[in-house]
């Protein structure tokens, strides 16, 4: 794994495609599957680790927003429990 006492290099090439219709022949289709191979290859831990911190981070913003519908209710039960005592 990579960190601070052993790094790791890693490099992204991002590459736009035109407006070429699904029809057109490309020269290089090939050429460019082998390279989404070797992408694949290259990438796939950090890809499993970017998947990982997406579904913690999910995971988090699920629970905070449970947490604030709680917060909410004891507000809510909170106020009627104040609004009873003053009237005693």
């Known amino acids: 794994a ?3 006492k052993n790094p790791m290099r890693f490099g992204l090439r991002v590459e736009e495609d ?3 219709s699904a029809d057109s022949v ?3 289709a090939f050429g ?6 070797d992408l694949n290859k ?4 950090m890809e499993k680790e970017v998947i990982k911190a997406k579904k913690a981070l999910k995971a988090i913003i ?4 449970y947490l604030e519908s709680k917060d ?12 009873a005592a003053l009237y005693w």
């Open 72 to 83: 909410g209710l004891f507000h809510k039960e909170n106020l009627k429990m104040h609004s």
């Open 2 to 4: 990579a960190g601070e």
């Open 32 to 37: 460019r599957q082998e390279q989404k191979a």
């Open 62 to 65: 699920h629970e905070a927003e």
């Open 26 to 28: 490309d020269e290089n």
């Open 18 to 20: 035109g407006d070429e």
């Open 42 to 45: 290259h990438l796939t831990h």
